[in-house]
């Protein structure tokens, strides 16, 4: 029975998916609850419009969430895709509106997204990685207003070489800086089975990542699948349990009302 705090829907301009079906699949998947994680990536250099109405957003999520009180929890959360100069606008929507959790995420690295070619121009691929982590430390710098850290190594997705050359302990400073600064901040990190989906083998971030977040201290770890459609709810997972024990949870962590509720496995 466990949750998939970590979703998209039509308000996301990377899916079409209507929010009932996302509902709905997690019903028939049996998960105790969920929470929509809506991009807002403002000033997102693609061609794709990362923004939504959050009047509307909030209308259609509440009436599902009657809809569904029977059924299973849902959350009204976002994904904040973070560059340090919107830090106030940020500041002043999550102080606004009432969400249940908020993720913050590094989409774009200094005007570019990791997810087309153009970032990796004229870079080693381990350069590329390296800057990607950086800017989770610049971030870090500014924002404080989020509750989790969402898919800590986006970037291994569309790296030349994916994850083939990636591993830790290539990175293992710069992580463990990040780690550690998330921890002080009293803030939690995600297990994202989208990795699977994508072909890694791995969740993002690697299990390796999990279990150096729970060494140095770290206890709020959420889950969820980075569903963009029905079919990809709650990816992968027959696998959760084993991947959180291994790292040594024994728990998982939902946000309500932007506080932490514990979970045992």
């Given at each position: 029975?466990?949750?998939?705090?970590?979703?998209h829907?039509?308000?996301?301009?990377?899916?079409d998916?209507?929010?009932?079906e996302?509902?709905?699949?997690?019903?028939?998947?049996?998960?105790?609850?969920?929470?929509?994680t809506d991009?807002?990536?403002?000033d997102?250099?693609?061609?794709?419009?990362?923004?939504?109405?959050?009047?509307?957003?909030?209308?259609?999520?509440?009436?599902?969430?009657?809809?569904?009180k029977?059924?299973?929890?849902i959350?009204?959360?976002?994904e904040l895709g973070?560059?340090?100069?919107?830090?106030e606008?940020?500041?002043?929507?999550?102080?606004?509106?009432?969400f249940?959790?908020v993720?913050a995420?590094?989409?774009?690295?200094?005007g570019?997204?990791?997810?087309?070619?153009q970032?990796?121009?004229?870079?080693?691929?381990?350069?590329?990685y390296?800057e990607?982590?950086?800017?989770?430390?610049?971030?870090?710098?500014?924002?404080?207003?989020?509750?989790?850290?969402?898919?800590?190594?986006?970037?291994v997705?569309?790296?030349?070489?994916?994850n083939?050359?990636y591993?830790?302990?290539?990175?293992?400073?710069?992580?463990?800086?990040?780690?550690?600064?998330?921890?002080?901040?009293?803030?939690?990190?995600?297990?994202?089975?989208?990795?699977?989906?994508?072909?890694?083998?791995?969740?993002?971030p690697?299990?390796?990542?999990?279990?150096?977040?729970?060494?140095?201290?770290?206890?709020?770890?959420t889950?969820?699948?980075?569903a963009?459609?029905?079919?990809?709810?709650?990816?992968?997972?027959?696998?959760?349990?084993?991947l959180?024990?291994a790292?040594?949870?024994?728990?998982?962590?939902?946000?309500?009302?932007?506080?932490?509720?514990?979970?045992?496995?």
């Amino acid at each position: 029975m466990f949750w998939d705090t970590h979703m998209h829907c039509r308000f996301s301009g990377d899916s079409d998916a209507d929010p009932n079906e996302m509902a709905l699949a997690a019903a028939q998947k049996g998960l105790a609850g969920i929470c929509f994680t809506d991009h807002i990536d403002w000033d997102y250099p693609g061609p794709t419009p990362f923004s939504f109405d959050p009047d509307e957003y909030f209308r259609t999520l509440s009436a599902l969430r009657s809809q569904y009180k029977e059924k299973l929890f849902i959350g009204i959360g976002v994904e904040l895709g973070l560059q340090p100069h919107l830090k106030e606008r940020y500041a002043a929507l999550t102080a606004q509106w009432d969400f249940d959790q908020v993720i913050a995420s590094s989409h774009v690295v200094h005007g570019f997204d990791p997810y087309y070619p153009q970032f990796y121009i004229g870079k080693t691929e381990r350069e590329a990685y390296r800057e990607y982590f950086e800017s989770i430390l610049e971030n870090l710098a500014v924002f404080e207003d989020f509750d989790v850290y969402g898919h800590i190594d986006y970037v291994v997705r569309y790296g030349p070489n994916k994850n083939r050359d990636y591993s830790y302990e290539k990175y293992k400073d710069i992580i463990d800086e990040i780690l550690r600064t998330l921890i002080a901040m009293g803030k939690g990190i995600e297990i994202n089975m989208a990795g699977f989906k994508y072909g890694l083998l791995h969740p993002n971030p690697t299990e390796e990542i999990l279990k150096r977040y729970h060494e140095l201290g770290g206890e709020i770890l959420t889950t969820g699948a980075d569903a963009h459609l029905p079919g990809h709810v709650a990816y992968d997972y027959p696998k959760l349990a084993g991947l959180l024990k291994a790292a040594g949870f024994g728990y998982y962590t939902v946000f309500q009302k932007r506080k932490p509720v514990f979970f045992p496995i």
